[in-house]
């Protein structure tokens, strides 16, 4: 079992910024450092269906979605096993529970769907009003 912790949601004003943080443990039993470890942040806003939002492998293979795009960023520090979700400019459609993802990365594989990962965390709120 992978167990991931995200931590930054809250409440802030259109126009304003959040960082997520995503810490990974236990993936080690396993047998693999989290840098094999590709992470996901999906959301899912009230009423709607989960969507992924930015996507990352190990190195820095870098996937936004397009609704987000210049807006939002992934990161990651494999020595601290945390990844990140860096938003700008947040809009009131913004709102939503987010979600960090992972699941071991394989050599070519493109992983941008809730099925894709195996491993979820408990989500995090961020609330943003007009």
């Known amino acids: 079992q992978v167990r991931l912790v995200e931590s930054g949601g809250g409440s802030v004003q259109a126009g304003g910024s959040l960082t997520l943080t995503c810490v990974a443990s236990e993936y080690g039993v396993h047998g693999y450092t989290f840098k094999r470890w590709c992470m996901g942040w999906f959301r899912q806003r009230p009423g709607e269906v989960r969507e992924g939002v930015a996507f990352?492998?190990?190195?820095?293979?870098?996937t936004i979605a397009d609704f987000v795009k210049g807006r939002f960023s992934i990161s990651r520090n494999n020595d601290e096993d945390t990844a990140y979700l860096q938003m700008s400019i947040l809009k009131p459609e913004d709102t939503a529970m987010y979600y960090c993802?992972?699941?071991?990365?394989?050599?070519?594989?493109?992983?941008?769907?809730?099925?894709?990962?195996?491993?979820w965390g408990q989500g995090t709120q961020v609330t943003v009003s007009s």
């Open positions: 990352m492998d190990g190195e820095e293979t870098r």
């Open positions: 993802a992972a699941r071991l990365c394989v050599y070519g594989g493109d992983y941008r769907l809730e099925s894709d990962y195996h491993y």
